[in-house]
């Protein structure tokens, strides 16, 4: 569904993604981890092309990213994204954000867009707040929301950038498990975050970064038991 082929990166004289190659099967769920700084941001932003490479190649369901214009747009709607920050349109209702992209990309009616909302509200459980303003909502809640909305496009993929790192303790789970029956589901899934149990329960497998470059790729398990390089070693020892 989604493949890095030789990716290059880079920001003046930093070398941000370093060679990168990662085959994303359909349905598979890929956990990525590491350091702060590794890259891991900016390979989640490369794939829905909210940045250029430099080198390489990033192919969708076998298609090379869409450069500019209409295939864009829809290339953004088939790339679901859910970053830290709830980046919900704060001037419309949370229904209004779950239905803008079906109306204006996918050309979906206001109805059909609005039922399917409802129905995408009501599964991250949230659809009580529907006719609510973001900052009416917790922050767990919006992020919900922010899947709900993301959803709502129909994505081949969803990138998730540490979507529960901005949350109080105390919701980052309501968020994990909407995330968990999303993987259950068969949804595409490279999620960006450090929460072991999501990695254990959900992911297929873990790549860890560190320096723009893909230092090791294995099972959940393994990663978290018994990790082979010192990098990750290291990191593990800081993390747990
Ligand atoms: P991570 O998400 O793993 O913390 P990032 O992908 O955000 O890492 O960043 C990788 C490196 O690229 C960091 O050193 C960061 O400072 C740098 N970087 C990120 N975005 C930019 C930018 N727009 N311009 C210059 N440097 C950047
Ligand atoms: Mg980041």
């Known amino acids: 569904m ?37 890259g891991k941001s900016t390979l989640c932003r490369a794939i829905n092309r909210l940045e250029t490479i ?69 599964r991250v459980g949230v659809a009580h707040q529907a006719a609510k303003y973001p900052a009416q909502l917790s922050g767990g809640q919006q992020q919900r929301v922010a899947i709900a909305r993301a959803l709502a496009m129909d994505p081949k993929v969803m990138l998730f950038d540490e979507p ?34 999501f990695a254990r329960t959900a992911a297929n497998r873990v790549v860890f970064m560190a320096d723009g470059a893909i230092v090791e790729t294995t099972n959940p398990e393994k990663f978290f038991t018994n990790p082979e390089s010192d990098r990750a070693k290291d990191f593990l020892g800081k993390i747990l």
């Open 54 to 122: 430099d080198e390489g190649e990033i192919l969708l369901d076998g298609q090379p990213l869409p450069q500019e214009g209409k295939g864009l747009a829809r290339l953004r709607a088939d790339v679901g994204m859910v970053f830290q920050s709830f980046n919900l349109f704060a001037h419309k209702t949370v229904l209004e954000n779950v239905t803008l992209g079906p109306i204006k990309v996918r050309k979906k009616s206001k109805a059909e867009a609005e039922a399917r909302a409802k129905e995408l509200l009501e």
């Open 164 to 197: 529960t790192s901005a949350l109080d303790p105390e919701m980052i789970k309501e968020v994990l498990d909407v995330m968990v029956d999303l993987a259950e589901r068969g949804m595409t899934m490279i999620v960006v975050t450090h929460e072991m149990g």
């Open 2 to 38: 989604v493949r890095l082929a030789g990716v290059q990166k880079h920001y003046g004289n930093l070398h941000v993604l370093k060679d990168i190659d990662l085959d994303v099967a359909r349905g598979e769920v890929v956990v990525v981890i590491g350091p702060s700084g590794a």
